[in-house]
């Protein structure tokens, strides 16, 4: 088991940036595919980007187009998602996510861990 711990949140105007990080504890962080999510409100969770174990490979929404950035760093057992040119359509409740299941995986049902969310609110 795993426990997954985001941070980085915030309110940032309109074509600002945000790093967003994401801590696991527990279980060896090696073994996780990891993924960040959004959610807004009265709207399904959708899927923003995965990394591999490594971290060699990274899959991306559509929707990215080159603004959004997932890394990470085993030997901090984290998870980064650098998100550039904001826009209030990125205002979202932001989750990490990790499977044990082939990568890469973008629906919600093939992750077995969940933190508990970010708020990220871009004004206009």
């Known amino acids: 088991q795993v426990q997954l711990v985001e941070s980085g949140g915030g309110l940032v105007q309109d074509g600002g940036s945000l790093r967003l990080s994401c801590t696991a504890s527990?279980?060896?962080?090696?073994?996780?595919?990891m993924a960040w999510f959004r959610q807004d409100s009265g709207k399904e969770r959708e899927f923003v980007a995965a990394?591999?174990?490594?971290?060699?490979?990274?899959y991306d929404a559509k929707f990215v187009q080159g603004r959004f950035t997932i890394s990470r760093d085993n030997a901090k057992n984290t998870v980064y998602l650098q998100i550039d040119s904001l826009k209030p359509a990125d205002t979202a409740v932001y989750y990490c996510?990790?499977?044990?299941?082939?990568?890469?995986?973008?629906?919600?049902?093939?992750?077995?861990?969940w933190g508990q969310g970010t708020q990220v609110t871009v004004s206009s």
């Open positions: 990394i591999n174990r490594s971290g060699g490979s990274t």
């Open positions: 996510a990790a499977s044990t299941r082939p990568y890469p995986q973008t629906l919600t049902r093939f992750y077995d861990y």
């Open positions: 527990g279980r060896t962080f090696t073994v996780y595919g």
